[in-house]
């Protein structure tokens, strides 16, 4: 087989080929474009796409698909073949620029939150240059934004580049204030961790509830969980291990720079994190790698979760979105240097992280908001919803001394001595690892750990991105009329240390009393669910914020409204009805066909033992009948309520019943059915239990 750096990234279209492909002309016009933001010549363009389709080709290549990324949460292609009729009755491979540029999909059935009528069929997609095209499937898929009849994004990659761009201009502004002016760019870097599950395809198929939702609505606790921690970072098994190993030659071939692999906490779960990319490749990649994950599973006779919560009882998949600043020059922005104390450039951009967090909390909140994330956040397993920031201890102690003008006396982490002379000493790192945070610094960057597994990381980073460039404003307009620069700094960090430090937390974000303490005396904002947090979206000051940076319009935000909550809705739903499928069609009648075979036995054991009382059958045919009963009212139950959703035009109206009685019956349904599970012999369970899907790959 060949070695990894011989076939890295051969199904991509991108530098080092554009380079072997493109004349010098071409290829220097097409990074002015890529690199400064120049308008793209159509001649440019079509050069472009004549060296793009000669490549796709050679590569076995037979159509193109502009690839975009619509509010559904997945990705989106329509194929379009190379081919073009020849004269003699042949035909030709052909590709323009015009066709590399836009792209005219049917848009009616993507969800746009009202920002066009069903009937208004058209949308366009345009290319982003700045995202390399790829090989998949014998396709050309070019990165592209998508966008309404009259300009509005129906997309999550449009809104993620303006609020690049938005944090560009910010974050240039107070890099000149400090002299620099070699930087032409700032650019967010995103290391997305991406945690999932994998199970037998097998026992899949025959779990109508995970075909349907992508979890788990019933299920007993099985004997083991994950209390033994036996499988986090444990030895992986061969057949995960096999599947491991394909991911990654199918994720390095598209140039997805897969790093980390290892067992997660829970049994049957994992995790791959890649190499750190610019913010928008890093979102593309990050699409990709959950489309191959599931892809190549299947080959393997698995099936991959991306679910934040397929299990209860078990840790649920979330994917830390660990978020930084570079230059265009290779400078971390984030990054503390020897004495961080002294560092004031890196102090400015660590206090504007600071203040964006604090001031629009409620929007990183926003960001990560579905139906299944709802079920994570706030359990022993992520970080609570309610958001705070760690620091670390030195970091803190700086902070401090600011605040109160005091001076600094570097904290001395000496080195870790590990008690035998053969194994070596290393520096201990006061930024730490604070699991139970929902935003740590982690020594040049800051880990957003409340991402859900299946969420796209655009809406994080586009919220985040957003927030920090309103923050570099306030400062910049500060300090760019100041006359004393040096005096005015001092003032601006200590200034928003004062007024922001009730966001820093570095204690453990799982006891109760902190989130007493964080709601009570420091005013923090706690949504424990979707219906609670994403009406703000829509607050004035947030409207203001994200209107003003060009990120969103005022009709693209409330179109984000309620696309997010017609599809929390719209989750439980689903949900809703499988379960009362499920429990209809498989358990009760699995509990029945268990019941008359105890009965049965109870008589005949009467007939040979006369007078034996058989009170072990007795009680648990009553047990079960007790419990079929609760079922069928429960079901029926749950089956009114979702039916009395369909008389509620408003959606908000409609979320706030579904988090306060939908979601509560639904419990209720589970609980006997659960029981019955406990009780009922294996063979009549009419599909696989916690145990099997848990421990069931070998």
Same mark, same amino acid.
């Given at each position: 087989?060949?070695?990894?750096?011989?076939?890295?990234?051969?199904?991509?279209?991108?530098?080092?080929?554009?380079?072997?492909?493109?004349?010098?002309?071409?290829?220097?016009?097409?990074h002015?474009?890529?690199?400064q933001?120049?308008?793209?010549?159509? *001649?440019?363009a @079509?050069?472009?796409?004549n060296?793009?389709k000669?490549?796709a080709?050679?590569?076995?290549?037979?159509?193109?698909?502009?690839?975009?990324?619509?509010? =559904?949460?997945v990705? $989106?292609?329509?194929?379009?073949?190379?081919?073009?009729?020849?004269?003699?009755?042949?035909?030709?491979m052909?590709f323009?620029?015009?066709?590399?540029?836009?792209?005219e999909?049917?848009?009616?059935?993507?969800?746009?939150?009202g920002?066009?009528?069903?009937?208004e069929?058209?949308?366009?997609?345009?290319?982003?240059?700045?995202?390399?095209?790829?090989i998949?499937?014998r396709?050309?898929c070019?990165p592209?934004?998508?966008? *309404?009849y009259?300009?509005?994004?129906?997309?999550k990659k449009?809104p993620?580049?303006?609020?690049?761009?938005?944090?560009?201009?910010?974050?240039l502004?107070?890099?000149?204030?400090?002299?620099?002016?070699?930087?032409?760019r700032?650019?967010?870097?995103?290391?997305?961790?991406q945690?999932?599950?994998l199970?037998?395809?097998?026992?899949?198929?025959?779990?109508r509830?995970?075909?349907f939702?992508?979890?788990t609505?019933f299920?007993?606790?099985?004997?083991?969980?994950?209390?033994?921690?036996?499988?986090?970072?444990?030895?992986?098994?061969?057949?995960?291990?096999?599947?491991m190993?394909d991911?990654?030659?199918?994720?390095?071939?598209?140039?997805i720079?897969a790093k980390?692999?290892?067992?997660?906490?829970?049994?049957?779960q994992?995790?791959l994190?890649?190499?750190?990319?610019?913010?928008?490749?890093?979102?593309?990649?990050?699409?990709?790698?959950?489309?191959m994950?599931q892809?190549v599973?299947?080959?393997?006779?698995l099936?991959?979760l991306?679910h934040?919560?397929?299990?209860?009882?078990?840790? *649920?998949?979330?994917?830390h979105?660990?978020?930084s600043?570079?230059?265009?020059?290779?400078?971390?922005?984030?990054?503390?240097?020897e =004495?961080?104390?002294e @560092?004031?450039?890196?102090l400015?951009?660590?206090?504007?992280?600071?203040?964006a967090? %604090?001031?629009y909390? %409620?929007?990183?909140?926003?960001?990560v908001?579905?139906?299944? @994330?709802?079920?994570?956040?706030?359990?022993?397993?992520?970080?609570?919803?309610?958001?705070?920031?760690?620091?670390?201890?030195?970091l803190?102690? +700086?902070?401090?001394?600011i605040e109160?003008?005091?001076?600094?006396?570097?904290?001395?982490?000496?080195?870790?001595?590990?008690?035998?002379?053969?194994l070596?000493?290393?520096?201990?790192?006061t930024?730490d690892r604070?699991?139970?945070?929902?935003?740590?610094?982690?020594?040049?960057?800051?880990?957003f750990?409340m991402?859900g597994?299946?969420?796209?990381i655009?809406?994080?980073?586009?919220?985040?991105?957003?927030?920090?460039?309103?923050s570099?404003?306030v400062?910049?307009?500060r300090?760019?009329?100041?006359?004393d620069f040096?005096?005015?700094?001092?003032?601006?960090?200590?200034?928003i +240390?004062?007024?922001?430090?009730g966001?820093?937390?570095?204690?453990?974000?799982?006891?109760?009393?902190?989130?007493?303490e964080?709601?009570?005396?420091?005013?923090l904002?706690?949504?424990p669910?979707?219906?609670?947090?994403?009406?703000h979206?829509?607050?004035e000051?947030?409207?203001?914020?994200?209107?003003?940076?060009k990120?969103?319009?005022?009709?693209?935000?409330?179109?984000?409204?309620?696309v997010?909550?017609?599809?929390?809705?719209?989750?439980?739903?689903?949900?809703?009805?499988?379960m009362?499928?499920?429990?209809?069609?498989? +358990?009760?009648?699995?509990?029945?066909?268990?019941l008359?075979?105890?009965?049965?036995?109870?008589?005949?054991?009467k007939?040979?033992?006369? *007078?034996?009382?058989?009170a072990?059958?007795?009680?648990?045919?009553?047990?079960?009948?007790?419990?079929?009963?609760?079922?069928?009212l429960?079901a029926a139950?749950?089956?009114?309520?979702?039916?009395?959703?369909?008389?509620?035009e408003?959606?908000?109206?409609?979320s706030?019943?579904?988090?306060?009685e939908?979601?509560?019956?639904?419990?209720?349904?589970?609980?006997?059915?659960?029981? $019955?599970? =406990?009780? =009922?012999?294996?063979?009549?369970?009419?599909?696989?239990?916690?145990?099997?899907?848990l421990f069931?790959?070998r």
């Open positions: 087989m060949a070695a990894v750096p011989e076939y890295f990234g051969s199904r991509v279209f991108d530098d080092r080929e554009m380079k072997a492909n493109l004349s010098a002309g071409v290829y220097k016009s097409l002015r474009t890529i690199d933001g120049a308008k793209l010549d159509i *001649g440019v @079509n050069a472009v796409a060296a793009m000669d490549w080709v050679a590569h076995g290549a037979t159509h193109f698909t502009h690839w975009f990324q619509p509010l =559904t949460g990705t $989106a292609e329509k194929h379009d073949s190379f081919i073009s009729p020849s004269p003699d009755g042949g035909v030709i052909e323009s620029g015009k066709e590399l540029i836009q792209g999909p049917d848009a009616s059935s993507f969800p746009s939150g920002l066009r009528a069903t009937f069929a058209r949308g366009y997609t345009a290319w982003d240059p700045t995202s390399y095209a790829f998949k499937d396709t050309l070019i592209t934004a998508f966008c *309404g009259n300009g509005e994004a129906l997309d449009t993620l580049l303006r609020s690049m761009e938005a944090l560009n201009r910010q974050a502004r107070i890099l000149r204030l400090f002299g620099n002016q070699d930087v032409k700032v650019i967010p870097c995103v290391g997305p961790e945690e999932y599950f199970v037998d395809a097998g026992m899949y198929e025959r779990r509830d995970l075909r939702t992508g979890r609505l299920g007993a606790r099985p004997p083991k969980g994950q209390e033994m921690d036996d499988h986090y970072f444990g030895a992986i098994k061969p057949r995960v291990a096999a599947f190993e991911l990654n030659d199918e994720l390095w071939k598209l140039g720079l980390t692999q290892h067992n997660e906490v829970a049994p049957a994992h995790e994190a890649p190499i750190y990319a610019t913010n928008n490749i890093a979102t593309d990649h990050n699409q990709l790698t959950m489309e994950m892809k599973a299947a080959r393997h006779g099936v991959c991306l934040e919560k397929p299990f209860a009882g078990v840790n *649920g998949s979330g994917k979105n660990n978020w600043l570079a230059t265009d020059t290779g400078i971390n922005l984030l990054s503390p240097g =004495t961080p104390y @560092n004031a450039q890196f400015l951009f660590l206090c504007a992280v600071i203040q967090v %604090d001031d909390q %409620d929007l990183l909140r926003i960001a908001a579905s139906a299944g @994330n709802d079920h994570r956040l706030g359990a022993n397993e992520a970080p609570p919803a309610v958001v705070s920031i760690f620091l670390g201890d030195e803190a102690a +700086i902070l401090g001394c109160y003008d005091a001076p600094y006396t570097s904290i001395d982490t000496g080195k870790v001595r590990l008690g035998v002379d053969v070596p000493k290393f520096r201990r790192d930024t604070n699991r139970t945070s929902p935003f740590a610094f982690t020594g040049n960057k800051f880990e750990r991402l597994s299946a969420n796209s655009a809406c994080a980073n586009i919220m985040l991105n957003t927030a920090v460039a309103e570099l404003r400062c910049a307009d300090l760019e009329g100041a006359e040096e005096a005015a700094l001092q003032d601006v960090i200590r200034q +240390i004062q007024d922001h430090k966001i820093i937390f570095n204690g453990n974000g799982y006891d109760d009393a902190w989130i007493r964080a709601t009570e005396k420091r005013g904002l706690n949504y669910t979707t219906p609670d947090c994403v009406p979206l829509l607050d000051k947030n409207v203001s914020m994200l209107t003003a940076h990120v969103y319009s005022r009709a693209e935000l409330v179109s984000r409204y309620e997010t909550l017609e599809n929390y809705c719209k989750t439980i739903r689903i949900e809703a009805n499988t009362v499928d499920m429990a209809r069609t498989e +358990i009760i009648p699995a509990i029945q066909a268990f008359l075979d105890t009965a049965s036995a109870a008589a005949a054991k007939a040979l033992l006369p *007078g034996c009382p058989c072990y059958e007795t009680g648990l045919v009553s047990q079960l009948s007790g419990l079929a009963d609760q079922i069928s429960r139950q749950l089956e009114q309520a979702v039916l009395g959703l369909d008389g509620l408003d959606i908000g109206k409609e706030q019943v579904i988090r306060d939908v979601l509560d019956k639904m419990n209720q349904l589970r609980q006997p059915c659960d029981e $019955a599970e =406990t009780l =009922t012999a294996r063979k009549y369970w009419p599909f696989p239990t916690y145990g099997d899907l069931g790959v």
